[in-house]
């Protein structure tokens, strides 16, 4: 896991370039293509985010640097070498993916994967998100990888501009950066400041990062991030669950009683959240509903019989 | 069929992969009797996507004629991957996710799923009997 360096490695990522230029006869950029061709019209055909700062690289150390120009247009005081520590490791001359995801979670920010899509990344240049995306500049037997932020594109002249190691604006073909980028398994990541969600609408995915996330986040970054969620899936069970979870983790019974509660306004369909309001509200004392809840999940998935027995049995034990 | 020693290996870590997965499911049926939690939400979402995702393996012409030429019926397969249990899945769709290009790696993969459904109808006590 290598970064390009470029005061040391020009040459070498020059010849890499070379290549991809040389063979750009025969290679593809499938997504550029598509794009090009019929612009998605909720997409406009030029952007710049020009007040994201610029941290130029040290040596390997495109993941920090990429990572901190992230960190600090979300709002986060952030230095480049502070960040080297934690992402950077010596041996590899680089940073892991991993490694990258999980420091934005230590200063309480929401990393987003995104998925493999170039017009997902350009979406959120737009919606005035940079985007930390990684690229192979090597070839894939002989890689050079290398981290770098898109801030800006123009589908008219078919480019992309980038904070990349020590070039500020750095505009690149988007043919080109869509293959450097394809041969890093098109890995792109926006990094949420608590509440703001990505265009990306994809509720799934959204649950899964926050629920990876949580545990790292300050309390109130977790707050805000599962209400933007039920803001934009009020039907969804997942967000509802994850919310309401939330709020009981911090004893707050009768809020997460209630997020469940909108949820069973709007959609009915959810065994699971069922069962937790029939938690809830043994908890809250109102045992006629508990009991009518736990039989309504078992209903919707036989799976739940247990929490109406265990429900049964605390009501008649007097708890 | 005559095994080579490769193959003997990854049976082995097959076998030990199985017993992990059965004694973790056999954990997971005590569980569910409170309430649901958010990351226990997260690994049925990410079991579902695994299941898509060596679902849609299974749909590639290529595989299905690899399934073929060993006598596997494809739609028989195809319902095996609603059995298999969070943990096959997980190394299942790991390692078609890191599947080398070339044809010699999709034929172990192919024969690592092959196991994995015969371990699935014959139990773990009573491993490859078939073959």
Redesign the interface.
């Known amino acids: 896991m290598r970064c390009c360096l470029q005061h040391k490695s020009v040459r070498l990522c020059l010849f890499a370039l070379l290549v991809l230029f040389g063979l750009s006869a025969c290679l593809s950029a499938p997504q550029t293509r598509l794009l090009q061709e019929q612009q998605p019209a909720r997409l406009s055909s030029r952007e710049l985010l020009a007040d994201v700062g610029f941290f130029p690289q040290e040596a390997y150390q495109c993941g920090p640097a990429a990572l901190a120009t992230v960190l600090d247009y979300s709002q986060q005081q952030v230095t480049a070498d502070e960040l080297v520590s934690q992402v950077y490791i010596p041996a590899r001359q680089g940073s892991l993916q991993i490694e990258m995801l999980a420091t934005a979670r230590r200063y309480s920010r929401l990393p987003y994967v995104l998925p493999a899509s170039l017009e997902s990344v350009l979406q959120e240049v737009a919606a005035g998100l940079p985007v930390l995306v990684m690229q192979n500049l090597g070839l894939s037997r002989w890689p050079q990888w290398h981290y770098a932020v898109v801030v800006g594109f123009d589908l008219t002249d078919g480019t992309l501009t980038l904070r990349s190691g020590t070039r500020r604006d750095y505009v690149m073909p988007m043919a080109v950066f869509e293959r450097t980028w394809a041969r890093a398994a098109h890995w792109a990541v926006v990094i949420l400041p608590p509440g703001q969600m990505p265009v990306d609408n994809n509720q799934t995915r959204y649950f899964q990062m926050l629920a990876d996330a949580e545990p790292s986040l300050r309390e109130e970054s977790v707050t805000a991030a599962w209400r933007a969620g039920v803001q934009r899936w009020p039907a969804s069970d997942l967000m509802s669950l994850g919310l309401s979870n939330h709020l009981y983790g911090q004893a707050l019974v009768q809020d997460a009683a209630s997020v469940l509660e909108q949820l069973l306004a709007v959609d009915t369909s959810s065994a699971a959240a069922h069962n937790n309001l029939a938690w809830l509200m043994l908890e809250l004392g109102q045992t006629e509903e508990a009991m009518r809840l736990a039989r309504e999940a078992v209903t919707l998935d036989a799976g739940f019989k247990q929490t109406l027995a265990d429900i049964q049995s605390k009501i008649s034990s007097g708890r | 069929m005559q095994l080579t020693l490769s193959k003997m290996a990854s049976i082995g870590m097959l076998a030990a992969t199985l017993l992990a997965g059965v004694m973790m499911q056999s954990a997971a049926l005590a569980a569910?009797?409170?309430?649901?939690?958010?990351?226990q939400?997260?690994q049925e979402?990410?079991v579902d996507?695994q299941r898509a995702h060596v679902s849609a393996f299974l749909d590639r012409a290529e595989v299905q004629s690899l399934l073929e030429a060993r006598g596997v019926d494809v739609a028989d397969a195809q319902s095996r991957i609603a059995t298999l249990t969070a943990s096959e899945l997980a190394t299942l769709a790991a390692q078609i996710d890191t599947l080398p290009a070339g044809e010699g790696a999709l034929e172990t993969l192919i024969f690592v799923l092959v196991v994995f459904m015969l371990l699935d109808i014959a139990g773990v006590t009573d491993i490859f009997p078939g073959l």
């Open positions: 569910p009797s409170a309430m649901v939690s958010t990351q939400l997260a979402t990410r996507q």
